[in-house]
């Protein structure tokens, strides 16, 4: 157990559907991280919070939003999905104050099958 | 961030060394060689990190050269659990005002089976 739980683990839904993909962060880090995996893309950055602002935006789509809660979860919202959503979404959490990409810890995923 | 080069796939046998490399030609002064693993579509795990110095830790150890244009990761005892996609990531550390800047941005990383 890495301390960064996701939930859920597996999620199949329809084509136009929307769902949410919760993280909570192991505890006493501050900043949020959410990365796509899919087959023919490899792990891509796709948004970072810090106390419950937006840092850092990678390639995530107008599709997609997210946000991180006073208690420091976050959500991530995929809306109007499509097939080529599918993929492992993973969360990632790292210390305050700034030590650096070594104090990120990965959650085990959410596998979203869009069909 | 600069950009890395990893070998797609090597092997190791099981009980050996397991020396992966990674070229970062264009790393600049002030970022850090990342390694994270990734064992079968579980979360990357970190594995270590440095800056010019070579490290060691419990799960490895890595070796910068002088120029800081390459390095390599060594697992000096591979075992069949090892087997995995190593990432080497090259990034910066920076702390602005107390926030945690410095994205990963993974690579194809190098896929390491190894064999009994």
């Known amino acids: 157990d890495s301390g960064v739980t996701q939930t859920p683990k597996h999620l199949i839904t329809a084509t136009g559907q929307r769902v949410t993909l919760r993280c909570s962060p192991r505890?006493?880090?501050?900043?949020v991280y959410w990365y796509q995996q899919s087959l023919d893309q490899g792990l891509q950055f796709l948004i970072q919070y810090y106390n419950g602002e937006e840092r850092a935006k990678g390639n995530i789509l107008e599709r997609f939003s997210a946000q991180q809660f006073p208690d420091l979860h976050s959500e991530l919202n995929l809306s109007s999905l499509e097939l080529g959503d599918s993929a492992l979404y993973f969360c990632?959490?790292?210390?305050?104050?700034?030590?650096?990409?070594?104090?990120?810890?990965f959650g085990s995923g959410t596998r979203l099958t869009v069909v | 961030d600069a950009k890395t080069t990893q070998p797609t796939s090597m092997d190791c046998a099981e009980g050996r060394a397991a020396n992966l490399p990674c070229n970062h030609s264009?790393?600049?002064?002030?970022?850090?060689v990342y390694w994270y693993r990734q064992i079968h579509s579980q979360g990357p795990q970190y594995i270590i990190h440095?800056?010019?110095n070579n490290e060691t830790n419990e799960m490895a150890s890595l070796i910068i050269t002088e120029d800081r244009k390459s390095s390599t990761l060594i697992l000096p005892h591979a075992t069949l659990r090892d087997t995995a996609v190593y990432y080497c990531?090259?990034?910066?550390?920076?702390?602005?005002?107390?926030?945690?800047?410095?994205?990963?941005?993974f690579g194809q990383g190098t896929i390491l089976t190894v064999h009994p």
């Open positions: 990531i090259v990034s910066s550390a920076s702390n602005a005002g107390g926030t945690s800047y410095g994205k990963l941005t």
């Open positions: 264009t790393i600049s002064g002030n970022e850090y």
């Open positions: 440095g800056l010019k």
């Open positions: 505890s006493g880090d501050l900043s």
């Open positions: 990632a959490s790292s210390v305050a104050g700034g030590r650096g990409a070594y104090g990120y810890t």
